[in-house]
């Protein structure tokens, strides 16, 4: 099977790109795939938290830092030896974030379930649409209780944009699992966060699964 490319993109700051790419490729590692991660935020947090990863832990995650043009052939270089390569984007549609859309065979965006984000997130989807490419809003931080109000569900559908239906709960796991360069799935595997993303992380390898033609 050829690699897959995941790219985790949202031009609003503080959704949950580098949380969910930490913590999907943590748990796509511990089923055994061959997962790359690159990191394109000048921020670097993805890359703090892969330096944070206890040494000589098993599943090793590969990642490499780039920016601009390079991220490009860095992506190609990883599909290359890797069964996932999942990116990180900064939180604006520059050169890197723009290139990784267009290599992405899924991008996935993450997105807390209210008006303010929802408004915020169409910058992305308008950018997503525009090259073209499948989508799938995933919604994180999600209050324990009650579902979403009908309005925001409205407005949600109104996007035409594809929602996973696996969410991700408001958890403290996500964070006191990245602290120790680990993702839920490793840090509290029985978890409800762990669970949680376990859940997302098989729903969209069921979307990536139908080979696209590159
Ligand atoms: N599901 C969640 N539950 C609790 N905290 C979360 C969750 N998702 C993200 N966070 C926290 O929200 C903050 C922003 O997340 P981050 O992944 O850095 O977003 P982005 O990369 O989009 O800027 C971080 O402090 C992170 O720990
Ligand atoms: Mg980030």
Not at 29 to 52: E, K, N
Not at 84 to 101: F, Q, R, S, W
Request: hydrophobic share 45%; net charge neutral.
């Amino acid at each position: 099977m050829p690699a897959r490319i995941v790219t985790i993109a949202q031009q609003k700051g503080g959704a949950g790109k580098t949380s969910l790419t930490a913590h999907l490729a943590a748990a796509f590692a511990g089923q055994g795939h061959r997962v790359a991660l690159i990191d394109i935020d000048p921020q670097g947090s993805l890359t703090a938290w892969a330096g944070l990863r206890p040494a000589g832990f098993d599943p090793h995650l590969n990642l490499s830092t780039v920016s601009g043009w390079r991220t490009g052939p860095e992506v190609e270089r990883q599909a290359r030896e890797h069964d996932l390569v999942l990116i990180d984007c900064p939180p604006h549609g520059e050169t890197a974030a723009k290139l990784a859309v267009r290599a992405a065979d899924l991008i996935v965006v993450p997105m807390q379930p209210s008006p303010l984000d929802l408004w915020a997130t169409r910058a992305t989807i308008d950018l997503i649409a525009a090259e073209k490419r499948p989508l799938r809003l995933v919604l994180n931080r999600v209050p324990a209780r009650g579902s979403l109000s009908e309005a925001m569900a409205r407005e949600l559908a109104e996007t035409g944009a594809p929602i996973a239906d696996a969410t991700l709960g408001n958890r403290q796991a996500f964070a006191a699992a990245l602290v120790e360069g680990l993702g839920v799935t490793e840090y509290e595997p029985r978890g409800q966060a762990a669970a949680e993303m376990n859940a997302l992380a098989a729903e969209l390898l069921g979307v990536l699964a139908p080979a696209r033609k590159r």
